[in-house]
């Protein structure tokens, strides 16, 4: 089987910096996850003895504890704060800006909307800082009966989708007469959606790596099966069936930014074997 | 010849308000024609001795001046202020938002984008309210090589349409790290636009009544057109023509927001007569 890589994928920069920070302290504590990926988390358990701790309330006092790319709501903050944690912030630079504009705009009285998911560790910790209910949105159906003030200031999670926050935009721009608009997408998603959406379209089969519980890695999923009907989301080579291969010739690879390079590098060996 | 006029049609807010200020400041000029109907700015210098001075330099000391609806450049204020002028101020308000708005958002540092007619009374007022140069853009093609800053605030010219100003929103989300919108489309523009287009696919013929210079005007015949190819634009009955009429059975009249109600029921009139 021939295979092409996507020419963006995997790690972003907020990931690569969290993981050095955990790799520079052994014996520490992670707050959640420190990213979507079950995998790399064990490494980092097995080499590093950096363990996941997923109840601020059970941290022991004087523990140093990792706060993840995602961030964490103000609250939990407070607590660690409290047990006098030794507080080590990998939260990505690029999660740190929604939350400082929703703190800085939920107190100049603008109405907050955040296009997110409220279930999402990112949007818990961002709402946090908002002083004043925010309105948290999927999708632009979500917006639709809600009660818009006349001065709005919206933020999207960082792994959205750049035409998904434009409606949502155009929504409230035709009805409110300010809307403060911070594009806080990432980049590097943007970069690795872009690069799916086209080589999805050159191959006969595309393999997604990356963990079933990250958000941008069903995204990279979803666009790939937009152009690629056999498309696949693998979390490692063993997810790989042979009977998916059948008749193909070029397999197209691309991973979630919170994928290490050595489990793509399985799944490639593995696809180039076939 | 059956007629149905538009839901909403004619003058808005703001222009009857500077009608009304003018009937009461007899004898008073004012700087530019108040609205962009010639035969209303007729009217009003017969019956009221209310002139039309087109260069403020022209102006004699102590006069008394009327500031039409589109509002001026803040250098022809002053100029006025030098003259000792007697000023009457009849900018919409709706047209005193977006000049405080550039004003404002100039100061504090955002890169201003105006969508609107560069060229175009009101946003040469607007223009003139921002202390850096403005980027003035009339549709979103004359955006795509401009060089935007992070930080843009954009406004409309009262009188565009929405649709319009989403797209050039759109493209500077997707851009810019900060997008201030402020929606200063005006709702009579809209409103009438709407009654347009609901109308127009209703009838065999569209009337639109309104001067051939006023951009809402031209705006209401557009959309008429893309419903209703016979549409025509007449600023009186004495542009009516009775071949337009053979054949059909409905028509639908609207009129642009500088429209005087007695020229519109003048066309109501010889078209019921038809």
Redesign the interface.
Known sequence: MQVKMAKNYGFCFGVKRAIEIAQKNKNSLTLGSLIHNPKEIKRLEQDYNVRVQEEVERIEPHKSVIIRTHGIPKHDLALLKEKRAHIIDATCPYVIKPQQIVEKMSAKGYQIVIFGDANHPEVKGVISYSSTPPLIVNSLEELQNQSLSKRVALVSQTTKQ?PR??EI??FL??R????????TICNATFDNQEAVRELSQEVDIMVIVGGKTSSNTKQLFNIAKEFCTDSYLVEDFNDLEVSWFKGKALCGISAGASTPGWIIEGVRQKILEL
């Open positions: 750049t926050l434009l935009a155009s721009i035709a409110c007469a300010e809307v403060r608009i911070f594009n």
